[in-house]
C-alpha cells in the first residue's frame, strides 16, 4: 500500500501555544515541538508529511472570515499533492472555520479534518499528541472525503460541529448528527448520510472573499426591536436570528414584527435556528414561528448557528442576489442542514 501523504497546517491556537508571563501565547516553530513532543508522526505506520506554518500563529479568537478564504486558497493550491490535510486551530472559532472550508472547498473530495487542543502540547497531560495522531490515521484509511473536525474521540462533519465545553477534552458535539468515526482501541466508521453529490452553486463557482456584514442576534426576553434596526443600519446583509425552540420569537411585540419586516424589506436575508443544542426550527409548527416567516424569515432548519452564519457567508462572496441566496440557505449543500 503506497504510504498517504498529508498537509499539516498549523494556524495557530493553544496546540502550539507556550507560556508567557501574561499566560499561555501563540508561538512558532511547531515543526521542533513536534519533533520533541510527538516523534510518532515520523513512525512508518503513519502517513508522511509536510508541515506549513502561518508566519504569525493566530489565536483563533481573533480569527475574521478572511481567514478562512486564506485557508480555503491554500488547500486548493495545495490539493494535488496531498492525500488529505490536517488544519490545527485554536478552539474557539474552530467550528466556524470548519463550517466555513466545508463550503468554500466546494465538491472537493480530500479530507480535510479541523483539529486542536484544550492544553498546549509544550505541556506534559496535552490531548495535543492524541488529536493529531487520530486525525493522521484517520486520513491515512481513505474513509473522509469531506471537511471535519477530530477532536477528543470523536471525528463529526465539519458543518454540524459546535464548541460545547470550554475545559473539558470532549470540547466539540454536532448534536444532530452523528460522528463520522469513533475512536477507541479501533477507528469505528458510523454509517451517516453521504455528502451530496452536486454542492450546486457552491459546485460551481468558487466564493472569492468579500466583506460581508451578516450578524447574528440571540432572541431574549424583552429584545428591544430597535436592536434590529440598528444592524439593519450597520449594512448588515444578513442576520443569523437565534430564536427560542423550533423558531419562536416575541411576535406579540408589534414593534419586533415591525423592524423584521423593515429589516426584510430592505433586502436583509434573516435566517432562523435554534438556541437549542438539539431539534430544528420548523416555522410552521407554532403561530409564534409562522409570523416570523409572514415577515420574511427563512429557515435553517437543524444548522448550527455557525454553519448559517458561513454559508451566508460563502453565498454573498458569490455575487448572488437576495433571493439567490434566501433559497440556497434552505438547501442541503454540503450536508450542513436536513431540510425534510
Known amino acids: 500500500m503506497t504510504r498517504k501523504t498529508v498537509s499539516i497546517i498549523y494556524t495557530g491556537g493553544t496546540l502550539g501555544m507556550r507560556p508567557s508571563a501574561r499566560g499561555y501565547v501563540p508561538a512558532g516553530d511547531l515543526g521542533a515541538l513536534l519533533e520533541e513532543r510527538l516523534p510518532e508522526l515520523g513512525a512508518d505506520s503513519m502517513p508522511a508529511y509536510a508541515l506549513t506554518e502561518y508566519e504569525r500563529p493566530l489565536e483563533s479568537s481573533n480569527a475574521t472570515p478572511r481567514h ?90 465539519g458543518n454540524r460541529t459546535t464548541k460545547v465545553n470550554a475545559t473539558e477534552l470532549e470540547a466539540f458535539d454536532s448534536p444532530n448528527f452523528p460522528p463520522l468515526a469513533e475512536i477507541g482501541t479501533h ?5 451517516v448520510n453521504a455528502l451530496p453529490a452536486d454542492a450546486g452553486v457552491l459546485g460551481r463557482q468558487t466564493p472569492a472573499y468579500r466583506d460581508c456584514n451578516i450578524a447574528v442576534l440571540p432572541i431574549f ?16 446583509c444578513g ?34 435556528v435554534s438556541q437549542c443544542l438539539e431539534g430544528r426550527v420548523l416555522l410552521g409548527r407554532y403561530a409564534a414561528g409562522s409570523a416570523l416567516a409572514d415577515m420574511g424569515a427563512v429557515s435553517g432548519f437543524d444548522m448550527t448557528a455557525e454553519a448559517a452564519f458561513t454559508k451566508l457567508h460563502a453565498l454573498f462572496a458569490l455575487g448572488l442576489g437576495r433571493d439567490a441566496v434566501a433559497r440556497h440557505m434552505q438547501e442541503n449543500l454540503r450536508g450542513e442542514l436536513t431540510a425534510a
Open 239 to 272: 442576520i443569523v436570528l437565534s430564536c427560542y425552540g423550533v423558531g419562536t420569537a416575541p411576535t406579540a411585540d408589534p414593534a419586533f414584527l415591525a423592524a423584521l419586516r423593515r429589516a426584510c424589506d430592505a433586502g436583509v436575508i434573516v435566517v432562523a
Open 68 to 157: 478562512w478564504y486564506d485557508l480555503a486558497d491554500r488547500i486548493r493550491g495545495a490539493d494535488d499533492r496531498f492525500d488529505g490535510f490536517v488544519v490545527i486551530h485554536g478552539t474557539d472559532t474552530l467550528a466556524y472555520t470548519a463550517s466555513a472550508l466545508s463550503f468554500l472547498l466546494g465538491e472537493r473530495a480530500k479530507p480535510v479534518i479541523v483539529t486542536g487542543s484544550q492544553i498546549p502540547l509544550c505541556e506534559v497531560r496535552s490531548d495535543a499528541p492524541g488529536n493529531l495522531i487520530n486525525a493522521m490515521q484517520v486520513i491515512a484509511t481513505g474513509r473522509i472525503a469531506e471537511v471535519a473536525v477530530g477532536f477528543g474521540s470523536t471525528i463529526r462533519r
Open 221 to 236: 426576553p424583552g429584545m428591544p426591536a430597535r436592536l434590529i434596526d440598528a444592524t439593519v443600519e450597520t449594512g448588515a
Open 187 to 191: 477507528i469505528r466508521f458510523g454509517e
